[in-house]
């Protein structure tokens, strides 16, 4: 009743499925990654330099690629460094406070969770970053909408009688 390539079959979706969970475990520091090469694009390319915007509106720009872009870029870059410090900070206060109810096992789990948490911040930046670009998406659309010339239409009506 199997197929005649059932063994390769099953390799190959093995296969699949082992990169599948490598390329989801590795997901955060791959965002986190891409973070650190957009922030040094708009370094190179100067975009928070707002005598080097052109637009009709350069403060709305400034602060559209403030808020929107830099922000959560930093935040997303800064999330591994300053959480790391978070965590060992964590862990050295819970071994001064250890006690009959805190123990050693307790604080490493501690340290295991805050490391964890830190390593998911960048998806959760990614998710902030993408919905609120979601959210400004009509708000572009609408924008670019009113900036097209009028269009006129010339129509020739034929009364019969």
Known sequence: MLPENFVQSLLNALIHVGNAIVKLLLLPFNLWVKAIVR???QKERGLLNIS???G??????FCKRLLVDFVFDATAF???PVGLLFALYSM???FTCLSEWYTVGDVLVEFI?????????PIFVAIA???LELLLLPIRKSIDFFRKPAQQLDID???RE
């Open 129 to 131: 970053h993408d919905s």
């Open 92 to 94: 050295i206060d819970g």
């Open 78 to 80: 800064l999330a591994y």
């Open 39 to 41: 922030l040094a694009d």
């Open 52 to 54: 080097s915007i052109n």
């Open 157 to 159: 009506i034929k009364n």
């Open 56 to 61: 009709l509106w350069p403060f709305f720009s």
């Open 113 to 121: 969770l805050a490391l964890i948490g830190v390593y998911m911040v």
